[in-house]
């Protein structure tokens, strides 16, 4: 099978990094193979017709067959589990490129498992060509994770300021939680627990697509209301994916 991932190091320091900030960046890991492939594959689910009923980008795996044969990819679940552990399950695969010319995304957070602090959820962000600040760049705040709070919304970095960040402090360092706005070279990838805050700033109009995917895979034992898998595809995923499906 082709490789997805160049070598890189992810080892107990970097999960406790992970653990800490709540997302971690492994730069340039994947491979220039993997990045046309990637490109090719979500270029044709970014122009497929979009309507209340259908996303397509909700569905991208299911929609392409490249991206369908990542979900179980080897070096895929490695990387998962050395953050999730053996018992893990594939949840979804979506879309997010942008245009130039996109308006950003407000602040959030996901939802799973909120008081079973035991299961985890991970987010593997695939930025195929990166980014840089001010254009379309992913924005975080490190420990925010650790709340655990699905219910994280604000529509500007002042509002989450003066609101859900006011007086919260960094549960492992008790300094005052804070926003990063990060900058990515192409081919990184970036783990994210699903509770952690985070935004994307606007994408300038004359900038290129920024291609991106995220894959989610989390430990069963709770419901999930993020988890995109129509009926077809569960009965009949890619191969080696079997085990990956079942809610729980």
């Not at 800490?20 to 220039?32: A, K």
């Not at 010319?101 to 060509?129: C, D, K, M, T």
């Not at 006011?166 to 990063?180: F, G, M, Q, V, W």
């Amino acid at each position: 099978m082709q490789k997805l991932f160049e070598d890189y190091q992810f080892g107990p320091e970097e999960k406790a990094q992970l653990d800490r900030d709540g997302h971690f960046c492994l730069p340039t890991i994947l491979t220039l193979a993997a990045r046309e492939n990637l490109i090719a594959s979500l270029a044709r689910v970014l122009e497929m017709p979009d309507s209340e009923e259908f996303h397509p980008n909700h569905y991208a795996a299911e929609l392409d067959d490249y991206l369908a044969s990542l979900i179980a990819h080897p070096q895929m679940l490695e990387l998962a589990r050395k953050v999730l552990g053996e018992e893990i399950r594939y949840d979804h695969c979506v879309d997010l490129s942008r245009k130039g010319g996109f308006g950003g995304q407000p602040w959030h957070s996901h939802s799973y498992a909120e008081v079973q602090p035991e299961l985890g959820f991970l987010r593997i962000f695939f930025y195929v060509n990166g980014f840089q600040k001010g254009d379309g760049a992913l924005k975080v705040v490190p420990g925010s994770h650790v709340f655990r709070d699905a219910d994280i919304k604000a529509q500007t970095d002042a509002d989450l300021q003066i609101g859900w960040l006011r007086d919260k402090k960094h549960r492992a360092t008790n300094e005052p939680l804070h926003i990063e706005e990060l900058e990515v070279p192409p081919g990184s990838v970036i783990l994210m627990w699903t509770h952690a805050a985070h935004a994307v700033s606007p994408r300038r109009e004359n900038s290129d697509t920024r291609w991106t995917v995220v894959y989610a895979y989390r430990n069963p034992g709770a419901p999930s209301h993020a988890r995109w898998i129509s009926e077809a595809f569960e009965k009949s995923p890619p191969q080696g994916a079997e085990p990956l499906m079942s809610l729980y």
